[in-house]
Each structure stands twice: as structure tokens, then as C-alpha cells.
């Protein structure tokens, strides 16, 4: 068996009844509120968690600002049952975006503790998504740019826009994986409540994970227990820092949607060895920056109709794992959660942009002040910028940062000003020595 290779314990999840908290008597039934209990024994008051979003509003020293901590405030105000901050990066010389908070040592730990500080009593938890970026990283905010094999990304006429990587040594691989185990610890110590691994969406681990970019000949790559090596022992090396009690779960695609890629077959082979190595809350997601199905689903599928883009996988891998499922991408309408819910498809319904427009949405769902939370994709009119979300995620990220300053979301804001002030802070990063 493929998991026995890497494998050294399993251990059983514990079963979740729905325990449904009384809101009134409209509100008994909703299986969206009701408690559940990760294998580690971490309890979430219900089932709405908010996915990792990228904020993109740290300082430029890469420490959380008082504008991020305060939108997490607010968010914990709503009472989700998690929330799971936008990636943290492990090393300042590897950023997803300019403005991404970094936790690789003590530096901004006084932050740190005030943003872990931003759910106090409020039985919400709050968790850091850990991340290295490896070749999704722009140049022009990256001197260096690693990655498992020298595989450019092709994203056409945006090709420019990033590095061709440089393959990684093997002692700058187990580097980075002590890199994720101290980062988690830090953050525990700062006061966050447990942890995910970003395994999703072409970023490093995800990286490792798919054959198109790991075309490595070591231990690192080749065989599927090879490629899967690098998340193995992230998870292993964060066990160890964390200790064993504490929550750790990982983003995982169901597949990267490229020929030749990270296929549903392979993610279901990791979801067992992830399961059987005691990750406490698989997330499944889907595509990378040259297939950003992230945030469109896979339009070849007729998943459309079905709301929640990675619907069909989730039936699929729940028969290969009982650990906890948290599905995100497309969930909008409260009657389809509920339905997942109900049905034991997913255990955890993870929204990423609905909270951006409706902080409230978990009260928004148990009060039954809404049935269904709608997103615009908004756009500039320029099809390569639209087609890969270079407006979509900053107007995005934009209407966080309103949330931060005290300001209502806005879904009219115009696309075009979100641009501007995306180039400008990209522009400014590039001209800072560090
Ligand atoms: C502005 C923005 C930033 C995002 N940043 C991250 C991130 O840091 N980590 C991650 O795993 N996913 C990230 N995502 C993807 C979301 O977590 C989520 O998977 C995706 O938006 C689909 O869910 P939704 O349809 O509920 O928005 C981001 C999405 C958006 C729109």
C-alpha cells in the first residue's frame, strides 16, 4: 500500500453527531451550526470556517498592521467556527505578493500575538495558512525564485511577470520544511489555535506534489511517494515543533486541471497518506495560477449547476479517508451547504470571497437574515488581466482592507482604481533593498 511506505501510525477520528445549538425555534434544524469536533479533539462551534484569503495589507517589513488584525476582529465578531488567515510566508525572500505578513523568527512576534489576540472570547478559532510561494513568485518583488525543478510558469503574455526557477538543493529543501515547522510554532506560541499547510493551488508544496513541475530524479521526485516526501515531512517536522494535541491541516487540490498534472487519482492516494500520518482537517480546493480553477471551478465539468466547484472529488475521496473535509470554491447558496452538510458530504463548508462582502455571514445563515451570499467578478476589459484575477483577487483583498479600516464593503468599487493601487504597491516593493 502506497501509505504504508511513508506511514508509521494511523489513528481513528472521532464521530460528529450534529449537536445543533438553540438560535430560536426557525433555527433548529440547521446543520450549518451546529458543533463539530476535529480528531485532536479541538472543537469548532459550527461549520462555517472562512477560507485562507491573501490580504496583502501587512507592512512592507512583512509584520501584520493594526488594518489586518482589526479585519480579523471583525470577522471573529461574526462567530464562524474558523478562520484561517491569508498565507504567511516562511521566508521574507520568497512573497506571494508584496504586502504578505512573513513569520520566520521573532521579529514582529508583539503583532503577531495581537492579531491571534483579534478572537479573543469569542470561541472562534483562528489559524495561520503557512506557505512558500516556490515559483509563484513575481520577480519583480523576488530576487530569487526556487522551485523542485527549472519548470517557468506559462501564463502567455504574463509569463514575464515571473522568474524561471532555481531547482532546489536538497539541504535548501530541508530547510524550508523546518522553515513551516518553525513558523507553526511561532505562531502557536503567539497564540494561534492551530495550523493549515497550503498544499494547494501551484505553490510550493503543490509544486512538489504534481509531475508537470517536480521533475526531479531524487528522493524528491519520480514515484508519487516520492513527490509527496516534501508535504510528508513538513507535516512531521510541524508535529514535532507543535507538539501532538495541537490542530494541524493542510489545503490540498483535487487536481491542478493540466494534462499531465497533479490528477484526482494521485491527490486521493495523498489525502490517504495526509490522513493516515494524523492531519486533523483536509481542505480540498483545486487548480494553480496557469489553471486557476480556484476561483472559476473547472468549466469542463457541469459542476456549475451543483454551486460548490469540487462537489463530485469530495464524494470520491470521502470513501478513501475518515478525517474531517472542509470543501471551499463556489458555496453560495445556504440551502446547498446545508445539503452537503446533511448528506455528510463535507464536514466544514469553507467560503473565501463571500466573507470579504459579508463579514457577518455565519450570523447572517443561523439568524436566516440571507439565503444566499452573491460575489461579482469584477473586470477591467483587459482579457489577459481578467482572465488570471488580476483584478478579481486585489478587489478582493481591497474590500478586506475596508474592513480593517472601519469602512462597510463595497461591492461598486471600481476595478480600475483597485488596479492602480496594485501597481503602485508592487512598484513601491520593488524599489525597497529587502
Ligand atoms: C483575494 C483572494 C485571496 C486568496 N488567497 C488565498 C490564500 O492565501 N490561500 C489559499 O489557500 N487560498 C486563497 N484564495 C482562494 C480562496 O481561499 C478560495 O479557495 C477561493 O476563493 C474559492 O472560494 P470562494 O468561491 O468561496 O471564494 C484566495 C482567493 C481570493 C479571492
Not at 469530495?314 to 452537503?340: C, H, N, Y
Amino acid at each position: 500500500m502506497l501509505s504504508g511506505i511513508i506511514l508509521a501510525e494511523s489513528k481513528q477520528p472521532e464521530t460528529n453527531s450534529f449537536i445543533i445549538p438553540y438560535f430560536g425555534w426557525k433555527n433548529v434544524l440547521k446543520h450549518c451550526a451546529s458543533a463539530f469536533t476535529l480528531p485532536c479533539g479541538t472543537v469548532l462551534t459550527n461549520r462555517i470556517a472562512k477560507s485562507a484569503l491573501s490580504e496583502n495589507i501587512g507592512s512592507y517589513s512583512h509584520a501584520p498592521t493594526p488594518t489586518l488584525i482589526q479585519a480579523y476582529r471583525v470577522w471573529a465578531s461574526g462567530h464562524p467556527g474558523l478562520l484561517i488567515t491569508g498565507n504567511i510566508m516562511v521566508d521574507k525572500r520568497a512573497l506571494g505578493e508584496p504586502r504578505n505578513v512573513v513569520v520566520e523568527d521573532y521579529t514582529h512576534f508583539d503583532q503577531l500575538q495581537e492579531w491571534a489576540n483579534a478572537v479573543k472570547g469569542t470561541e472562534v478559532h483562528l489559524w495561520p495558512q503557512i506557505n512558500h510561494p516556490g515559483r509563484q513568485a513575481f520577480s519583480w518583488i523576488n530576487k530569487e525564485v526556487v522551485a523542485p525543478s527549472k519548470v517557468s510558469i506559462k501564463l502567455g503574455g504574463a509569463s514575464w511577470l515571473f522568474r524561471e526557477p532555481k531547482p532546489l538543493e536538497e539541504f535548501e529543501i530541508w530547510e524550508i520544511i523546518k522553515r513551516f515547522g518553525n513558523t507553526a510554532r511561532i505562531c502557536k506560541e503567539a497564540g494561534f489555535t492551530g495550523c493549515q499547510i497550503h498544499g494547494a493551488h501551484g505553490y510550493l508544496v503543490s509544486q512538489f506534489l504534481s509531475p508537470l513541475t517536480n521533475q526531479r530524479n531524487d528522493q524528491w521526485g519520480g514515484s508519487l511517494v516520492n513527490r509527496a516526501r516534501f508535504v510528508v515531512e513538513i507535516y512531521k517536522e510541524i508535529r514535532k515543533q507543535v507538539g501532538p494535541k495541537y490542530p494541524i491541516g493542510i489545503k490540498i487540490n483535487s487536481a491542478d486541471f493540466q494534462r499531465g498534472g497533479f490528477d484526482e487519482l494521485e491527490s486521493m492516494q495523498v489525502v490517504e497518506i495526509l490522513s493516515q500520518l494524523g492531519m486533523d482537517l483536509i481542505e480540498i480546493s483545486g487548480g494553480t495560477y496557469e489553471r486557476p480553477t480556484m476561483v472559476k471551478g473547472n468549466r469542463k465539468k457541469s459542476t456549475e449547476e451543483r454551486e460548490a466547484y469540487f462537489l463530485d472529488y469530495i464524494e470520491k475521496v470521502r470513501q478513501k479517508t475518515d478525517k474531517p473535509l472542509m470543501l471551499t470554491g463556489g458555496f453560495r447558496t445556504v440551502s446547498v451547504m446545508e445539503t452537503a452538510l446533511a448528506n455528510q458530504k463535507v464536514d466544514i463548508v469553507g467560503l473565501g470571497r463571500p466573507f470579504c462582502l459579508y463579514p457577518q455571514l455565519a450570523q447572517d445563515i443561523f439568524k436566516e437574515k440571507k439565503s444566499h451570499f452573491s460575489t461579482p467578478i469584477p473586470k477591467i476589459g483587459v482579457p489577459l488581466l481578467d482572465r488570471i484575477g488580476g483584478v478579481e483577487l486585489p478587489w478582493y483583498e481591497m474590500q478586506i482592507q475596508r474592513l480593517g479600516e472601519g469602512q462597510k464593503p463595497d461591492p461598486k468599487l471600481s476595478g480600475l482604481r483597485v488596479f492602480g493601487t496594485t501597481i503602485s504597491r508592487l512598484i513601491r516593493k520593488s524599489f525597497q533593498k529587502n
